[in-house]
């Protein structure tokens, strides 16, 4: 299974993308739940300097520069090496301009004090507790490099992928077991608002998020079946050669995931709107604070009047209760002068 941050990394490509062209507002999917609990922080690879710590300022500044979409690869397909200060490198998301393109390195920054002379040479057994569970995640992403010239990014035939892909596994695909509709990660967003496509969906993606939902159905499926645990599975009866066989068929099928997954992402076609797919969550109420020249004095519904506000009405409660007074002490006077 793909880590988290992949996947942060299709959102943040595909939505990012309809961003730039002008077709998704950023306060419409910002608040995305895949990125909640992680930062993605933006920096200049030679001197390591941070240019932005939230990809909300990143994309605002390349739509500003003239930024076109965005597109996500194996950063081995350029011919960089991963640099040495990033750790677990694999990917590159690449800003289109009109003239040029930049390519942006992602993974997590190596700490330096990890070679540190004091730190004793033994590799495997760490020398002090690991606290980075409990903290949030951090993306980072590096500019290691600007191309001239424009980088093309073929479209996808679905339909077409979908028979190559079923062919090779020998499975039907889209599979009818896999969840209907997009595929939404994680599993259990925060609220309602957060709950948004891994990817944007509508008539142009609904193909693409049907073979993803099925490819994570086979791989899950996959995974508990060559389980060590899975003692009831057939996977533990194979003989070396069957088990060979298995094996090489979910490499295989690591593959298609992975050529899927950079497909979805970099599929440009579907505008993520209410017209063409699902309404995409409506924000909170207090989704951000308001500005100033936002802030309007709130009004009452027309037609309603609030009585406890009313001058009239609450002079006219007060006589009430005195004459209410008034009554009782008469009848207790009367009860005591006939006793």
């Known amino acids: 299974m793909q880590s988290a941050s992949h996947h942060r990394q299709i959102a943040l490509v595909s939505y990012g993308t309809q961003c730039l062209r002008g077709k998704l507002a950023l306060d419409d999917w910002y608040r995305h739940g895949i990125f ?62 009109p003239d ?18 004091l730190v004793p040479d033994v590799p495997g057994i760490p020398i002090f507790p690991d606290a980075t569970s409990w903290g949030g995640q ?23 992928l979908a028979g190559s892909i079923a062919a090779d596994l020998e499975i039907t695909m889209p599979s009818s077991l896999a969840p209907p509709g997009p595929v939404f990660l994680p599993s259990e967003p925060p609220a ?19 073979i993803l939902a099925s490819l994570y159905r086979e791989q899950a499926k996959f995974g508990n079946d060559t389980h060590f645990k899975n003692d009831s599975s057939y996977y533990q009866g194979l003989d070396a050669q069957g088990v060979a066989k298995v094996d090489g068929w979910g490499r295989r099928l690591d593959g298609w995931l992975l050529e899927v ?29 308001a500005r100033s020249k936002d802030v309007k004095a709130q ?3 027309p037609g309603y009047t609030d009585p406890v506000a009313t001058s009239g009405s609450k002079w006219l409660r007060r006589i009430v209760l005195l004459v209410v007074c008034l009554v009782l002490l008469a009848f207790a006077r009367c009860m005591w002068l006939a006793v």
């Not at 690879?45 to 605002?60: K, R, S, V």
């Not at 290691?144 to 479209?155: C, H």
Request: proline letters at 7%; a neutral charge.
């Open 192 to 210: 309602s608002w957060a709950k948004f496509p891994l990817f944007p969906s509508g008539k142009v993606t609904a193909l693409a998020h049907a």
């Open 36 to 97: 909640f609990g992680a930062r993605l922080q933006f920096r200049q690879l030679a001197d390591n300097a941070l240019l932005a710590d939230d990809f909300t300022w990143w994309l605002g500044i390349l739509k500003q520069s003239g930024a076109v979409r965005l597109s996500l690869h194996l950063l081995s397909g350029f011919g960089i090496a991963s640099p040495a200060v990033i750790d677990y490198g694999d990917y590159a998301v690449v800003a289109h301009f």
């Open 261 to 289: 997954e950079l497909r979805c992402a970099n599929e440009y076609r579907q505008r993520a709107s209410s017209d063409d797919g699902m309404p995409l969550p409506l924000p909170p109420a207090a989704a951000r604070p």
């Open 138 to 160: 951090i993306d980072s992403y590096w500019c290691v490099e600007e191309r001239s010239g424009t980088l093309v990014v073929p479209e996808t035939n679905w339909k077409a």
């Open 100 to 117: 040029r393109h930049q390519i942006w390195a992602v993974g997590v920054e190596r700490p330096a004090w990890r070679d540190h002379p």
């Open 299 to 301: 009004q009452q519904a």
